[in-house]
């Protein structure tokens, strides 16, 4: 398996790992698939320095998974401080993969301006919730029914990782 920054061919496969927690899962709260337009839009976002970076993990030559740092709110006071998703094909699941991806993340982060890292688990997630307290994340509340897919109310776990 190799870490590197995602590129622009890879963005039809994470597209199509992302709309598969959409369609079958709360993880995200999207409730429709995204186009491949909207997700340009995000991947536009990144850089291969600064703080809002995006890896992915590649294996057999296919992407397999990734990791981003994004703008944690709009007001530029928060700007050192971001916001973190992972997300891996579910055949990706269980084998290192989310760990070596947001330790290469971090890496390349230490060399930013960024203060905190924050993610936000829908519940329950037994696997996310492990990986980012391996991470160095903490649990630091939750947000009760704040987001409704499926018919159904789900709560959000808040997790923080002091950055160097």
Request: hydrophobic fraction near 40%.
């Amino acid at each position: 398996m190799d870490i590197r920054h995602a590129e622009q061919a890879d963005l039809p496969i994470l597209l199509d790992i992302y709309n598969h927690y959409v369609v079958h899962t709360p993880v995200t709260f999207d409730i429709e698939p995204r186009t491949l337009a909207q997700r340009q839009q995000w991947f536009d976002e990144f850089s291969r320095t600064g703080r809002h970076q995006c890896f992915v993990a590649v294996k057999d030559g296919r992407p397999v998974g990734y990791a981003c740092s994004h703008r944690f709110k709009e007001k530029a006071a928060y700007d050192p401080t971001i916001s973190t998703s992972i997300y891996l094909a579910p055949s990706a699941i269980r084998q290192g993969i989310g760990r070596a991806l947001y330790a290469t993340l971090f890496v390349a982060l230490n060399a930013e301006d960024v203060h905190r890292a924050y993610g936000g688990i829908t519940l329950p997630n037994e696997a996310s919730v492990g990986l980012h307290l391996a991470m160095g994340f903490r649990h630091i509340g939750t947000e009760t029914q704040v987001g409704r897919k499926f018919g159904h109310f789900w709560d959000v776990a808040l997790y923080e990782r002091q950055m160097p």
